[in-house]
């Protein structure tokens, strides 16, 4: 029974979002009848007021019963709490007073003011309240802005620098503390200074010092986002991957308030991390990515289904993403116009594999066309220098195969303004010897791959069999 | 497919008139009272609740199953693997004779193994009578290799040569601590049999891109010795429907058994058969909805493909004498690990998912020196050869490549040790395997074992985080790959397994 009649106040309490707003309309318009109506032109209007205050008066009352139970079932800043409880009383106090007032023929422009005045305190604390006390003005300073990063400015020297305050506090500031710091106090879990952050909150322990693992703030933070315990609230800013690293070597290392970064253990990650911090980059060597950042709008399902009839297999790369992969390698008599129909998913096809086929020169130009691609399987194919020159508007390609084809240095060479190649294959092609030094020198980043291992003999070589020597 | 036969399906033989007659009573019932319920469903939720499948075929049913939302969402993110090739060491090799360099115990040869190392834990029934558990080192040496200056064996000089290519696990622990519920527990993620093996899950998740060849192919090397039984339910499809269990390739006349036209028929109407019964199977299974009915149409229709496809990717006279050097003189002969080493690299360029080698013969209880000789030499150079022919190809880029077996080996003798002589009992508690190519760190040695290689002292890996792992390299959410089957939804790692994401590249 009383389990039953909680969960009603608090049900209850969860429609104060919606209907402070009542109040905010109806009154702020009932003040501007009741000026408005001043005038000849708008004499008419009078006859609304009654009805707008009362409905006014009303929703405030409402508002606040509502209000009141709400904050009984979560835990709010009690100062901040303290000034908009009361200032809402006080809303809804003047403006019963006004409906009387009225009703009774009195002058009222004076009480209008004062119901526009403490309507605006009152909604900019319960503002305050959801917000935080620095929604407004987080406008003009810089730094943490939404989904950027916890830190505003680089750290001159990361290991000389204090590990909580320095490294650990922004992060917390940034992706916590508006829920769990001194306005709010969601799950009684505060986040903002040592001695709240060792409490815990009403589920226990949230940091469990040198187990990030066993620690709540980390559980929920690596928590799927569809789950509902996952932290933060899939709707705000979450943390990014060296965030959450960060913070579970602190944790790792045993949540310490004073020491500075280098009294603490660091390997090599952790190491890379925090000295990314110096320049404030989040990656200290540049990675091509192995997907498009950018999602694509979903191709054509008929040109989907076309190719797939033909025997292509046409498969997205990954769920949420509209990229696709087409592979040949199943296609029966192969013609240079099937490869017209890739025209249509251009936007979106980034590997391909053309491997084996009876591709020749002329077919590489609609391949050139295909502007998105990352990888590009042309190997055991016809074709040669003449046609490979299509290829160097691909700036996307990363990993091209060119393995037992005719193709030589003259060609390659064509390729040298794609900047972000890293691989090549050259194996079984008539490059070897001073071409391939040259290639070397032409694509600095590449690597370019010949095969020609050869086994060195080795004294210790048991693969003719021998036996076993024993010490 | 042709289809030369337009008119309506009838079987005009007396026996079948009440066949003729239409649907009899029981089958009435059934159909009526759960297709009505069916069909008011269906039109309750409408038909295009769900949309259509991109790509796939959706049959004749209007709605999507669970299985097909299921399906619908792989891959679950980008695959840093487009393939996999296992090469599976059954028997359980050594990792003191391989891969776990252990110079502290060369200085105890004979000493009786610690209690505190051991820590009472159970030993099979072969050793646990042994009145001494004399400690063991290895009889061969070990030599640093590669930039990553990792420690292999002797026996091992080829796969030394590509050390920098591997990821090397020495920290994997089973359960299991015989041979078949283990190599079960490897290939199916539980230790009892009829469950998927990993292959056919790859198989039934992420399809084929090559329609012409089975999407999981298993090779048994022919000259290993047969010490520990394979069966065919390693490989096997379990509950998940038949098209996706393993296909094995042998040596021999023919790759795959029955695959030729039997003797005195040419061949020429086999097409125009296969679609008529194509016909006659969907005409069956229009009232039953029966899973296996479909499984057979597509075995069917992938046999009839295979027909062509299978002489062609067995025939190794393209290849040079070069790449037979590379993989050793085994590779000339078909069916041993090195010819099914190159076959294997030859499928993966045909787009094969999942190709799976056994060679057996490592469960080395007596006269391991001896054996471990012999079993490197069959193996060492076609597995390093595999690598190179990846590598310089292009496809060790998108080809994951694993090297293990089921468990590994004590660091005790079991039976009188000898200075030339001595074997080593089953030990699940830690072993040895590598994983090379696309989605892990090359030239990385991760976890590592006490001084006896007893226990995990560093980053255990479980088998069913090795499966995970495997299942995310290739680009699925092994949480996520489920299938329903009596009442229960089961997956590769049951109900357990982490992504190592220390290894992943």
């Known amino acids: ?471 | 497919m042709e289809d030369n036969h337009k008119e309506s399906f009838k079987i005009h033989s007396p026996e079948f008139n009440h066949l003729n007659r239409g649907i009899d009573r029981r089958n009435f019932l059934t159909k009526t009272s759960l297709g009505l319920g069916a069909l008011a469903l269906g039109s309750l939720m409408g038909n295009n609740l769900f949309g259509k499948l991109p790509g796939k075929e959706v049959g004749k049913s209007p709605a999507p199953t669970l299985e097909d939302e299921i399906l619908r969402a792989i891959p679950h993110f980008a695959p840093k693997a487009k393939r996999v090739v296992y090469l599976f060491m059954a028997g359980g090799p050594s990792q003191f004779e391989t891969f776990d360099y252990k110079p502290k115990l060369s200085t105890m040869f004979g000493q009786p193994l610690p209690e505190s190392v051991r820590q009472g834990q159970r030993l099979t029934s072969m050793s646990a009578n042994q009145s001494i558990l004399p400690i063991a080192p290895s009889a061969f040496k070990f030599n640093q290799f590669g930039e990553s200056r990792t420690w292999i064996s002797e026996l091992l000089p080829h796969t030394a040569q590509v050390t920098d290519d591997l990821c090397i696990i020495k920290s994997i622990y089973s359960e299991a601590i015989n041979h078949d519920p283990a190599i079960t527990f490897f290939q199916t993620g539980t230790q009892l049999p009829g469950r998927p093996s990993i292959g056919s899950w790859i198989s039934y998740g992420l399809g084929s891109d090559n329609k012409n060849l089975p999407a999981f192919i298993v090779l048994v090397s022919k000259n290993a010795v047969k010490d520990q039984p394979l069966y065919s339910r390693l490989w096997g499809n379990g509950f998940l429907p038949s098209e996706h269990q393993g296909v094995q390739f042998r040596s021999g006349k023919d790759a795959v058994l029955f695959l030729d036209n039997p003797e005195g028929y040419d061949g020429k109407d086999r097409k125009e058969m296969l679609a008529y019964l194509s016909k006659l199977n969907k005409l069956q299974n229009e009232p039953y909805g029966d899973p296996e009915v479909q499984a057979r149409i597509a075995q069917y229709e992938m046999a009839f493909r295979m027909q062509t496809s299978v002489p062609e990717v067995m025939d190794t006279s393209s290849e040079t004498s070069e790449v037979f050097d590379l993989y050793g003189p085994d590779s000339r002969d078909p069916g041993t690990f090195a010819a099914n080493c190159l076959l294997a690299r030859k499928l993966l360029e045909k787009d094969v998912k999942f190709i799976q080698l056994y060679h057996q013969g490592w469960d080395h209880h007596g006269g391991l020196p001896k054996g471990i000789v012999r079993q490197c030499k069959d193996t060492d150079q076609a597995t390093a050869a595999l690598i190179k022919d990846l590598k310089r190809r292009g496809l060790l880029e998108e080809t994951l490549v694993i090297w293990g077996g089921e468990f590994g080996r004590t660091v005790y003798s079991q039976g009188k040790l000898q200075t030339d002589d001595y074997g080593r009992d089953h030990h699940p508690r830690c072993f040895t395997m590598w994983m090379a190519g696309a989605g892990v760190k090359a030239g990385l040695s991760y976890g590592e074992t006490d001084d006896f290689s007893y226990n995990v002292v560093k980053n255990p890996v479980h088998v069913h985080d090795f499966q995970a792992t495997l299942m995310h390299i290739m680009g699925i959410d092994h949480e996520r790959l489920t299938f329903k089957f009596q009442g229960r939804r089961f997956r590769l790692t049951d109900v357990k397994g982490n992504v190592v994401r220390d290894i992943l590249a």
């Open chain 1, 1 to 471: 029974m009383s389990l039953l009649s909680i969960n009603i106040t608090e049900f209850a309490g969860r429609f104060h979002p919606v209907l402070v707003h009542l109040p905010v309309g109806i009154l702020l318009l009932a003040a501007l009848f009741i000026i408005l109506s001043k005038f000849e032109r708008f004499q008419s209007l009078r006859e609304a007021i009654t009805i707008s205050l009362f409905l006014g008066a009303l929703s405030a009352i409402a508002s606040c019963v509502t209000g009141f139970l709400l904050s009984k079932t979560e835990s709010y800043e009690p100062a901040l709490l303290f000034k908009h409880q009361w200032f809402a009383v006080s809303t809804a106090l003047i403006s019963v007073v006004a409906f009387f007032l009225h009703l009774k023929n009195r002058r009222t422009e004076w009480i209008a003011g004062m119901i526009v005045i403490l309507i605006m305190i009152t909604g900019h604390l319960g503002g305050s309240i959801t917000h935080g006390s620095d929604f407004l003005t987080k406008a003009f300073t810089s730094g943490t802005s939404k989904g950027g990063e916890a830190y505003g400015n680089p750290i001159l020297n990361v290991q000389e620098s204090h590990a909580f305050k320095d490294v650990i506090k922004p992060i917390l500031d940034a992706r916590c503390v508006a829920c769990h710091g001194p306005n709010k106090q969601k799950g009684k879990v505060r986040l903002d200074e040592p001695e709240f952050i060792l409490k815990g909150g009403e589920n226990g322990l949230t940091i469990v010092p040198g187990k990030p693992m066993e620690s709540m703030v980390i559980k929920r933070i690596i928590l799927r986002k569809d789950n509902k315990d996952h932290m933060p609230p899939i709707e705000k800013p979450q943390l990014n991957a060296r965030e959450i690293d960060l913070l579970s070597w602190w944790i790792a290392s045993g949540v310490d308030f004073d020491r500075q970064v280098k009294d603490l253990e660091q390997n090599d990650k952790i190491k890379s991390i925090l000295k990314s911090l110096e320049s404030g980059k989040t990656t200290v060597v540049t990675v091509t990515s192995f997907l498009p950042e950018q999602n694509v709008e979903k191709a054509s399902e008929a040109a989907i289904k076309k190719l797939h009839d033909r025997g292509v297999a046409i498969v997205p790369i990954a769920q949420n993403g509209n990229y696709l992969s087409a592979n040949f390698v199943a296609v029966e008599s192969f013609t240079g116009n099937d490869l017209q129909m890739l025209e249509s998913v251009k936007k979106q096809l980034i590997w391909l594999n053309l491997g084996n086929l009876g591709l020749t020169d002329s077919n590489l130009e609609a391949i050139g066309k295909l502007f998105q691609l990352r990888m590009l399987h042309l190997q055991k194919t016809k074709i040669g220098d003449q046609g490979i020159k299509s290829l160097s508007n691909l700036s996307e390609l990363q990993y091209l195969n060119l393995g037992a084809t005719n193709v030589t240095v003259k060609g390659v060479e064509q390729l040298s303004g794609l900047k972000n190649l890293r691989q090549l294959f050259l194996y079984q092609t008539a490059i070897s010897g001073d071409d391939l030094t040259k290639l070397k020198r032409l694509f600095p980043k590449t690597y370019i791959e010949t095969g020609g291992f050869e086994v060195p003999k080795l004294d210790s070589d048991t693969t003719v069999l021998k036996a076993p020597v024993i010490k």
